[in-house]
């Protein structure tokens, strides 16, 4: 039973941590949301304690990065880049061969960071994001493959 509380108590954290991220109500992840995903046996996740984290979800020998999130007082302090690259060293030891996600247009210090973490892009889609007062944004699709790294 301890075990479970923990799972709901980090699945409260991860979502208060997403909600101080996210600007629009459609973007924020739900604490009941994020428990359904760290229970599933499918998802990884790095966190730091109340700073951030990273929930990755595998299949077939791919992952798709579902969400990161640093609280805005630990963003550009490396913190982001340090839970990613942890990320990507999880993933590599699945056997994951190519790691996708997707991050807002207007994203530059998202992109930034997946980019200096050796994603590439490799699509868009189209007003993909609601970002507010009836604006939107592309998604931005990226990968890195992880297949020829050491």
Not at 68 to 82: D, L, N, T, V, W
Not at 118 to 145: H, V
């Amino acid at each position: 039973m301890p075990k479970e509380k923990n799972i709901v108590a980090l699945a409260k954290s991860f979502a208060a941590i997403h909600k101080t991220c996210f600007g629009n109500p459609g973007t924020k992840f739900s604490s009941s949301f994020i428990l359904s995903l760290i229970e599933n046996p499918n998802v990884k996740f790095i966190e730091q304690e109340q700073k951030g984290f990273c929930l990755a979800r595998l299949s077939n020998g791919e992952a798709e990065i579902i969400t990161m999130a640093i609280k805005p007082e630990f963003q550009q302090k490396g913190i982001g880049y340090s839970i990613l690259i942890k990320t990507i060293q999880l993933l590599k030891k699945t056997r994951c061969e190519t790691i996708f996600l997707e991050v807002a247009s207007d994203n530059v210090a998202g992109i930034k960071l997946y980019s200096k973490a050796g994603f590439n892009k490799c699509g868009i889609r189209k007003n993909y994001y609601q970002i507010s007062n009836g604006k939107k944004a592309d998604a931005i699709i990226m990968k890195k493959i992880l297949v020829n790294e050491l």
